[in-house]
């Protein structure tokens, strides 16, 4: 991978749904060779997906996270079923205390709990354990993969009402953000020109929050771990909160409802590289106490929404 290859992928991460002729610009290369590279960066499995950040909230659902043990001989099985799954987001394998972490999504708290319900009654011979969290909030720094600080969001009221044709865009977008207004357009049935006004809508709201790329880390030459740290002081939270934010090698942060845990994403090229993260946090805030560390083997599941959102 070469300083150009880099250079895409930053610019997927930013803006997924950039041109090739405005990736042409921004790389100095031509529109033939922008072409190539991204063919081959998708064939390479280096790009996994393109992903279109949706705020499921205002589309009136809420979102939980599952860690979860499974029987070895079982994780395959597992796996497969995550991968069709209408209402699951978000699948990692990983290594450490869990085997798999994921997101599920519904409209209140109960359906929920019949969702989780229905993959206890699935695989009920197979889990060994699990960990059950109502998610407050997340956010996702990809482009720090490279370097980059994430460019902050804006949000205004618009007063737009989602209707279907609005979910039915979402939809489309969530499964690949690269696909063209005509496409879009010709499946859900209104003019190119309607789709891209509709979609400026949604991003102006904050229904659409980013479009980005999910990137096989290990074709960086990165590890990348969950970490979950806790403190109970509600006040030193909160500025730790902002110093993950602005830290160059955390990936995601997620907070939970009721928990005084922060979970959080660290990207290293080598596991000294995390020794290093965790003492500057240590001594920044020596209250706050690492509960539990995973390493992730893959992520096979993107963070764009599951169909369910869209129904």
Known sequence: MDKLDRGMLLELMKDSRAPVAALSRKLHASREVCNYRLARLEKSGTILKFVTEIDAEKLGYSGAAVFINIKRG??????????????????????G????????????????????????????????DYRFLLLKENDFFYEKYFGAMPAKRKET?????????D??????????????????????????????????????????????????????????????????????????????????????????????????????????GLRDILQDIGEAFPESKVAEISLFQKEFVSVGLPDCVFD
Request: charged letters at 25%; proline letters at 2%; glycine letters at 8%.
């Open 157 to 165: 009221a618009t007063g737009h009402e989602i209707d279907s044709k």
């Open 167 to 272: 979910r039915l865009l979402l939809k489309l977008l969530a499964k690949n953000s690269r696909m063209g207004a005509v496409e879009l357009a010709k499946k859900a049935g209104i003019t190119p020109q309607t789709a891209g006004q509709r979609i400026k809508m949604l991003e102006k709201g904050g229904v659409i929050r980013k479009y980005s790329i999910l990137v096989d880390v290990s074709k960086l030459g990165l590890y990348q771990y969950g970490i979950f740290i806790s403190s109970k002081d509600a006040g030193a939270m909160k500025k730790l909160s902002a110093y993950l934010h602005q830290h160059p090698k955390v990936s995601y942060l997620a907070a939970y409802i009721g928990s005084t845990t922060l979970e959080f994403g660290a990207v290293v090229e080598n596991p000294y």
């Open 97 to 128: 205390i869990w085997n798999f972490g994921l997101s599920i999504y519904a409209k209140s708290s109960q359906k929920l709990d019949e969702e989780f319900y229905r993959i206890c009654e699935k695989f009920r011979e197979d889990i060994i």
């Open 74 to 95: 079982r994780s395959a099985a597992f796996e497969s079923f995550l991968r069709t799954c209408p209402y699951v987001s978000w699948v990692a394998e990983l290594s």
